[in-house]
C-alpha cells in the first residue's frame, strides 16, 4: 500500500509531486469563475440569493425564514443526542477552552519603559465580528465547530454566528450534534447555508446573516475559493485545505500503532496526504502489512481514501537518518506531525514547521483531532512555515500603544528628523521641529 522512495535519489519532479500534496494547487478556471459569480449573486440579492444556492447545489427547498435554526430545533438536537456523545462534546470543549485560556492569558496587554519617558506596548482585544463555517453536507464534524467556535467564545467575540451546510436533498437537516456544540458553547445564531454563498453572505451580510469581519473554517475547494475572493473585499478569511500528516519513526516505533496513526488523516479523502519519514525499511515493510489488515477493515470510500494518500499522494520516504528526516519534516511543513522515535521529547526543537507536533506513540493523530485540546484547525499545503493553527489569537487584534515625554522626544528627534527629510516629508519634521526648544509660536525654528 505504502509507495516508497528514497531521499537521497528521489528525482525533483518527485519531490514537488510530494510538496504539491500528490495534486496540482490550481483549481479550475470554470470552479473559480462559478464561485465568482456566485459571491457576487449573494452580494446583490442577499437572502434570494442563498436560499437559490440551496435548491441548486445542496437540494434543499427552504425560504429565507428557515435560513436560522430554531430553538425548537436546538430543543430537538439535545433530546437526538445520547449521554455518551454529549460528554464527549463537552470534556472536548472543555480540554479546548483550557488551552485557549492558558494562551490567551500569555497574551494580553501591556507596556513597557524602554528609555526613560518612552512607553510602548499593546491593547488586546477580539475582533468585532466572526462567522464560523462549519463543514457538513455529506459528512458531518461537530468537532471542527469545537474547535474553531471555542476559541472565539474564549476571545469574547461580541458578535459570532456559525455557518453550516444542511444534509443534501432534505429539508435543511443539521446532524444535532452540531446544534449540541453550539449550545454548549452559547451560540444561538446557527444558519444553514450552501457553503460558498454562506461564505458570501458573511462577507456582505444579508437580510438574515449579519456581516462579519472574520469567517474562519475549513472546507471544500469550492468554499475555499470563495474565502480567497472575499477578501478582495477587506474581509479576513482563513483558509484550510485537505487534510495531511507526517509522521517520523524509527525502530523503536510499534508498526501496528503507526499504521492505525497513518491511516487516520489518509481516511479523510482522496486528496488526503500522509508520509511515513524513516531510515528504516524493514519498520516500513512491517507497517505496510499492518496497512494491508487494518484498512481491509474500512469501508469501501475510506479505503479508496486510504489508497490515494498513501499510494499516490504520499507514501513512505527512506532517509539516511533522524537528521535528515527531521529536514524533511520542515520541508514538507505538514498540518499534522507524529514522532513516533525512541526520544521524542528530544526531537521537538528539531521540527520548526508543523501545523502541530504529537510527541510519543502514546499521542495518536485522532486524540489531536478531538480531544487533546490544542488546535486541530491547522495550516495546510505548506502553510505551516508560515502560519499558525485557529486559536484564540485567531480571533484577537491588538492596537500598538505609543507615550514619549518631552525629554524622551529630545532622544528620538534627529533621527525622526533625518528618516523624514531622507523620504521627503518636510511637514513630518516640522512636527518634530515646532516642538524643539526655542521654536517660536510664528515660524519654526531651523535648530
Known amino acids: 500500500m505504502l509507495k516508497q522512495q528514497t531521499w537521497a535519489t528521489i528525482a525533483d519532479d518527485e519531490k514537488a509531486w510530494l510538496l ?7 483549481v479550475a478556471t470554470d470552479l473559480e469563475s462559478a464561485i465568482r459569480a456566485l459571491v457576487d449573486d449573494v452580494r446583490s440579492r442577499g437572502d434570494a440569493a ?58 494580553s496587554s501591556w507596556t513597557e519603559e524602554i528609555a526613560p519617558g518612552h512607553i510602548v506596548g499593546e491593547t488586546i482585544g477580539p475582533v468585532a465580528s466572526a462567522a464560523v463555517f462549519c463543514p457538513s453536507g455529506k459528512a458531518s464534524y461537530p468537532s471542527v465547530l469545537a474547535q474553531v467556535a471555542t476559541a472565539a467564545v474564549v476571545a469574547g467575540v461580541p458578535e459570532l454566528v456559525v455557518l453550516v451546510p444542511p444534509a443534501p436533498g432534505g429539508d435543511g437537516y443539521i446532524d ?45 475547494p469550492a468554499v475555499a475559493i470563495a474565502q480567497l475572493e472575499v477578501r478582495r473585499y477587506g474581509v479576513n478569511s482563513v483558509v484550510l485545505g485537505p487534510s495531511e500528516s507526517l509522521i517520523i519513526a524509527d525502530s523503536s516505533a510499534d508498526p501496528v500503532l503507526l499504521a492505525a496513526d497513518l491511516l487516520n488523516e489518509a481516511e479523510h479523502g482522496t486528496d488526503s496526504t500522509v508520509l511515513l519519514v524513516t531510515p528504516d525499511t524493514d519498520l516500513v515493510a512491517a507497517t505496510d502489512v499492518q496497512l494491508e489488515i487494518q484498512a481491509a477493515d474500512l469501508p469501501a470510500e475510506r479505503r479508496e481514501a486510504v489508497i490515494a494518500a498513501l499510494s499516490s499522494n504520499g507514501g513512505a520516504v527512506i532517509v539516511d537518518d533522524l537528521d535528515t528526516a527531521f529536514d524533511v519534516a520542515n520541508w514538507f511543513a505538514s498540518e499534522h506531525l507524529q514522532l513516533a522515535i525512541a526520544d521524542p521529547w528530544a526531537a521537538v526543537d528539531r521540527i520548526t514547521d508543523a501545523g ?9 493523530l485522532s486524540a489531536g483531532n478531538f480531544a487533546i485540546g490544542a488546535p ?27 507615550h514619549v515625554s518631552d525629554t524622551a522626544l529630545d532622544a528620538i528627534a534627529t533621527t525622526t528628523v533625518v528618516l523624514a527629510e531622507h523620504e521627503g516629508f518636510p511637514a513630518h519634521a516640522n512636527a518634530i521641529r515646532i516642538r524643539g526648544k526655542g521654536h517660536q509660536r510664528e515660524g519654526v525654528s531651523d535648530a
Not at 430545533?73 to 433530546?79: L, R, T
Not at 449550545?183 to 438574515?208: D, S
Open 50 to 107: 442563498l436560499c437559490e444556492a440551496l435548491h441548486t447545489f445542496d437540494g434543499v427547498d427552504v425560504d429565507a425564514a428557515g435560513l436560522q435554526v430554531t430553538p425548537a430545533e436546538f430543543a430537538a438536537a439535545s433530546d437526538q443526542v445520547s449521554a455518551a456523545l454529549r460528554a464527549a462534546i463537552q470534556q472536548m470543549i472543555a480540554n479546548i477552552t483550557s488551552f485557549n485560556t492558558a494562551l490567551a492569558a500569555r497574551r
Open 176 to 220: 444535532p450534534a452540531v446544534l449540541v456544540v453550539a449550545q454548549e458553547l452559547g451560540l444561538e445564531r446557527v444558519y444553514r447555508v450552501n457553503g460558498p454563498a454562506g461564505i458570501a453572505a458573511a462577507a456582505f451580510g444579508t437580510e438574515t446573516i449579519p456581516q462579519v469581519g472574520t469567517i474562519i473554517g475549513p472546507g471544500s
Open 20 to 26: 504539491q500534496r500528490g495534486h496540482a494547487h490550481e
Open 376 to 402: 486541530a484547525a491547522l495550516p495546510t499545503g505548506g502553510f505551516a512555515k508560515h502560519a499558525s493553527g485557529v486559536t484564540v489569537e485567531s480571533f484577537q487584534k491588538a492596537s500598538s500603544i505609543g
Open 356 to 364: 502541530e507536533i504529537l510527541v510519543g506513540q502514546t499521542t495518536p
